[in-house]
């Protein structure tokens, strides 16, 4: 085959233009930025978590940068943020992929976001490989933190896990549930509630049940679980599984569930199924759409949180909330869920991270991240900092409890924090329609 | 485990609903299978855009979505013809496998193409009557399940009589049985293919809307699980039987209501299975299949 001359010329010029364009990415790779990937669910069932991810790390990325960006004392200047957004596709092929492309070719310096605890838990291997610091904003299994088959001395765990957060709604229970039935309904004192748990048949379900039962025996609770049904993740028809629980006559149920779990599963019992009880819900559901989805079904339920899109906890995080709140439906048009804060703050803890260090160093970031003392700011933490400074990594947050309110003139389903005292704007409420259950 | 009237009622009525989706869902993949001997993959999908067109019109009008069947299951039809005509049509015969990866291919079409239009947000929709309920022995069953049941059976008997006593249904049936033969008597059998297709689209269109309209969620990635249990059913009441399309989902619909109340909701799916391996083992055409399918 021959080729004309003029081909020749095209196909040279070309190679010119890809070798000078290779030589300029080369230049303009030199460290001008700390390059954040962001862990997000972009598409897939978990997308509505991963877009509020994505978009609170824009946000906290735009305020740092409009402030100068961050100063890095190694290369003497100030430098600005760039995400690197990585959508796991929801699955853990996906997040395998996007952590992989992010280390090796967006050479990322730090990690920040993971949702799913699946999802998560089959790409910190990889994270551990490259000794990548990981600020993990979502995933919510202690097998996360704990397992010890993979390094994870790199990872750094900014969100409750479903022991702990299992274990508070435990609490909550016992002190305000219990004595409020047994005063209303003239019932003994000492009678223990009678709890149903309802939970998805994975580590996240399985964890919070053991969380549940171990937190009774360790305090010695006044709490009788009398059903523990589970059902598979993913499950839409829950008529059956609630019918079974109605027959074990419940004082209040609690779904280990997700979102897209929780909201079929309330609206069937109590639409359906006819149960006329308390439901309760863990506090990864706290989302916008949530309220949204349940409807007037979800009045004077019960739900964990550590930020609310609806519900503003007194004390020094309260104006933080406010702005936070404001500035991100005003940015986007829509309310920020709490993985969203999870990761808008963990975007400021990289920044900080990153002054500590002085260098854009991996290892050094982890070392900083380490030690690091950041002051709360949209979510309430024990101490008033985020710190990894325990066994596991952990920040440890203070939980709250909100009880759902529907209002029938606004047509809108809104919380108000209940517990602990320290935080709550009202007092947990009995509904009339409510019938204790009986053993 | 004690067991309350009542109580036998309500687990019964929810196997019942169940088995109302999954037998429009394996009416349909057995309509088209008993027709172009080939199998729908991303039948699932189907049920999945049924749904969403449901509540796009639902959103669009605000109109009773069980009048919008009216219009759900004309789009779904044509969806399906189409389908069958683009896609479908270019392979059937070449190679069995080359069907196999279309459909699979077909699968993640839909559920992106899905995603792209309607989001990935999951929707629910709610039905005008979820506040009406009927008294039935000592527990209160909500209106929609028994609509859900009566369209169920209205559309299965539409569809027995468009197969029995209409010369449409004939041509299809005739194909059903011998294609070359059907060939060789003048009936055009690519188009009862596209007719087929259409019909089995129509039907799992129809099984979105009350898929929908029951209270349960939907997302672009909601087809699969329903779409191998309408496999399954399919393959239990015999390959290419309509009748047995019907006994079989409601042989599942119950079944799995039945173990989730008294083993536990981890074995809601295992338990269907486990089934069919034992119908399978005693009698392996399934129960009204015929050899030779």
């Known amino acids: ?439 | 485990m004690t067991l309350d009237p009542g109580t036998l009622l309500q687990i019964l009525f929810w196997g019942l609903y169940a088995g109302c989706i999954y037998i429009l869902l394996a009416t349909g993949v057995n309509l088209i299978f008993g027709v172009m001997k080939t199998v729908n993959f991303a039948h699932g999908e189907l049920l999945m855009i049924g749904a969403y067109v449901t509540w796009s019109l639902f959103v669009l009008t605000g109109v009773n979505p069980y009048l919008l069947l009216v219009a759900t299951v004309p789009v779904l039809l044509a969806l399906g013809v189409a389908v069958e005509r683009l896609a479908f049509r270019p392979v059937l015969g070449s190679n069995k496998l080359n069907e196999i990866f279309l459909s699979i291919g077909l699968i993640y079409l839909f559920q992106n193409g899905a995603a792209l239009l309607w989001g990935d947000d999951y929707q629910s929709l709610r039905s005008p009557f979820e506040a009406i309920s009927v008294p039935i022995a000592d527990f209160r069953l909500p209106l929609d399940y028994l609509i859900i049941i009566g369209v169920t059976v209205a559309v299965l008997v539409g569809l027995q009589l468009l197969l029995r006593r209409t010369r449409l249904g004939l041509a299809l049936r005739a194909t059903s049985q011998n294609r070359k033969a059907a060939m060789l008597s003048g009936i055009d059998v690519e188009r009862m293919d596209m007719l087929a297709f259409g019909l089995g689209a129509a039907l799992a269109g129809a099984a979105g809307t009350l898929w929908a309209v029951s209270g349960q969620v939907f997302d672009p990635y909601m087809g699969s699980v329903p779409a191998i249990k309408a496999f399954a059913i399919v393959i239990l009441g015999g390959l290419g039987s309509i009748p047995g399309a019907i006994l079989g989902g409601l042989f599942y619909g119950l079944a799995e209501s039945t173990a989730t109340y008294t083993l536990g909701g981890a074995w809601k799916d295992a338990i269907s299975f486990v089934l069919l391996i034992i119908v399978l083992v005693i009698r392996p055409t399934g129960l009204f299949g015929e050899r030779g399918e």
């Open chain 1, 1 to 439: 085959m021959h080729m004309r001359p003029a081909g020749i010329l095209i196909i040279a010029a070309v190679l010119l233009a890809a070798l000078l364009t290779a030589g300029c990415q080369t230049q303009s790779e030199s460290p001008a930025a700390l390059k954040i990937g962001v862990v997000a669910s972009m598409t897939g069932p978990a997308s509505t978590t991963g877009k509020d991810v994505w978009q609170s790390a824009q946000l906290a990325a735009d305020e740092i940068n409009a402030k100068g960006g961050v100063f890095v004392k190694s290369l003497g200047k100030n430098v600005t943020v760039q995400l690197v957004q990585g959508d796991d596709e929801s699955t853990r092929e996906g997040g395998q992929k996007a952590v992989t492309k992010m280390i090796t070719d967006d050479r990322v310096d730090i990690l920040v976001g993971g949702f799913s605890s699946a999802v998560v838990t089959a790409h910190q291997s990889i994270v551990a490989d490259h000794k990548v610091p990981y600020i993990i904003t979502g995933a919510s299994s202690s097998t996360v933190t704990h397992r010890t088959d993979v390094d994870t001395s790199t990872m750094f765990h900014h969100a409750p896990i479903t022991d702990a957060s299992a274990s508070q709604t435990t609490i909550f229970i016992d002190e305000v549930m219990r004595p409020a039935i047994n005063t209303k309904f003239g019932l003994a004192a000492d009678r223990p509630l009678r709890l149903a748990v309802v939970y998805q048949d994975s580590p996240f379900g399985k964890g919070a049940l053991a969380a549940i039962e171990s937190t009774i025996a360790a305090k010695g609770l006044k709490i009788q679980v009398v059903a523990n049904e589970t059902y598979k993740m993913g499950e839409t028809d829950f008529r059956t599984i609630l019918t079974s629980v109605k027959a074990k006559k419940p004082d209040a149920i609690y779904p280990i569930a997700f979102l897209n779990e929780e909201v079929p599963m309330l609206t069937q019992a109590r639409r359906d199924v006819g149960l006329d009880t308390i439901f309760l819900a863990v506090e990864c559901v706290d989302d916008p759409d949530y309220y949204k989805g349940l409807g007037q079904y979800g009045d004077y339920s019960i739900i964990e949180s550590r930020f609310s899109a609806y519900a503003t906890p007194r004390g020094p995080i309260s104006q933080n909330v406010e702005k936070y709140r404001g500035d991100y439906e005003a940015r986007f048009g829509a309310s920020p869920g709490m993985m969203g804060a999870a990761t808008y703050e963990g975007v400021y803890v990289a920044v900080a991270a990153a002054e500590k260090a002085g260098t854009l160093d991996r290892a050094a970031l982890v070392t900083a991240i380490g030690s690091i003392e950041v002051p709360e700011m949209v979510e309430s933490m024990e101490g008033g900092v985020i710190s990894f400074a325990n066994q596991f990594r952990e920040s440890q947050f203070n939980l709250f409890m909100e009880q759902l309110h529907w209002d029938a003139d606004k047509q809108l389903l809104r919380p108000k924090i209940i517990w602990p005292d320290e935080l709550k704007e009202a007092a947990f409420e009995i509904p009339a329609w409510y019938r204790p259950g009986s053993g």
